[in-house]
């Protein structure tokens, strides 16, 4: 889960990861949803298809109702939706996929998709993506496939993890853009000889330092092995993972002190003032930017080469859109609908009430962009993998019981490390056994 524009953040995905840790089992939790309509799943009116939406703030609120509005003005097709508190909606997806569903619903690709689809709780789309397909990029079409290599998932939209920094602040103390990690830790040094804090860092939620890890990693030992740690397939005691936090503990020095206490809206505004450098964050973290021409100023660049083995063609990138529930009353009418929601008008549509992330279509309109959303934009659509954040990656029982603890261990405690990955790997083998 982002943090959603205006009012969600953080929190909201702290909250989220509790939810799913403690109901990662199906059937756990009260079922507080229900479909629209109630007893029956989705619709059986051919001309309404029911959507299940966690979409409750404002903004994505609003751009969504357009999207629908615009699908029934050319489907004839009406929208009725569903829309509960995002916490709420995604605390009991389990009981309310397995209960009555709506035809549709709004989630997440990867991992969080892949786990419903393979306990028969969504129904493929393969018919939608021969219509689709061609829309979006491969990197995209993975994430969109289950285990069984059938399409559930259509995304609409997405936004990188990146370094953001401020224009002004690179011009001033003449800094150049790293390339590889030299560059990035000789970087670093010079920030702070100059005084400022080379890289902002708020993880009081405990989520955005998984952020943090999952950038090292992939540049420490690529995309193949960072998914296989996070499907429990390969080991947190393997050398390769030691590697990648023996490359963080390097750059620990360099992120801003009392970091497990900081919120990272608070250390977003360290960046706004020009107090840190830079700050490794999705680019939700323009949110903090109210004022126009600081907003102008900021910019952003991928995550330094660690190993020129595999470069830096991996980007995080996580993607949200829809699932077809089980069994749709009105599978035709979902069908068509999933169609347009892949559709670069859809995500033109959306991202006119929401600017804040970019299109998952490669062939979406960047014209209206900013400068931002257009870089950001052709960094995923050109990016070779794309990954979705450890939350997302992984088990969410795993994750809220385990990495996040385990994380902030770490950053407290780096010289624990092998003791804390030993403990990783056991509680690992035991989550994932289940």
Sequence with gaps: MRPIPATAGGPARRTVLRGLGGAAALGAGIPLLSACGGSTSGSSDPNTVTLGSGASDAVPKKAFADVYAEFTQRSGVKVRVNTKDHNTFQEQINAYLQGTPDDVFGWFAGYRMQFFASKGL???????????????PSAMQDLSKGEDGKYYFVPIYTYPWAIFYRKSV????????????????????????????????????????????????????????????????????????????????????YHQEGSVGRLWQDAAQTLVSKKAGMYLLGMFVGQQFTDKED???????????????????????PTDGFMLSKNPKNHAGAVKLMQFLGSPQAEETYLKADPSVVAASAKADTSAYSALQKKGFEMVSNAKHLTQFMDRDSRPDFISTVMLPGIQKFIRDPKGIDGLLSSIERQKKTIFAS
């Design 170 to 253: 690179f011009r001033k103390h003449g800094y150049e853009v790293p390339a590889t990690w030299a560059e990035f830790i000789a970087l670093c040094k010079r920030m702070q000889k100059d005084g400022l804090v080379p890289i902002a860092f708020g993880d009081k939620d405990k989520w955005p330092a998984l952020g943090t890890f999952d950038q090292i990693n992939v540049r420490t030992n690529g995309y193949d092995f960072h998914m296989a740690l996070m499907r429990g397939e390969a080991s947190w005691t393997d050398a390769r993972t030691r590697a990648a936090f023996d490359n963080w503990t390097e750059i620990l020095p």
């Design 122 to 136: 969504a129904t493929p789309v393969d018919d939608a993506w021969k219509k689709i397909g061609a829309n979006f």
């Design 295 to 317: 907003l102008a100023d900021l910019d952003f660049f991928p995550f330094p080469e660690i190993d020129p083995s595999y470069g830096q063609d991996t980007v995080e990138a």
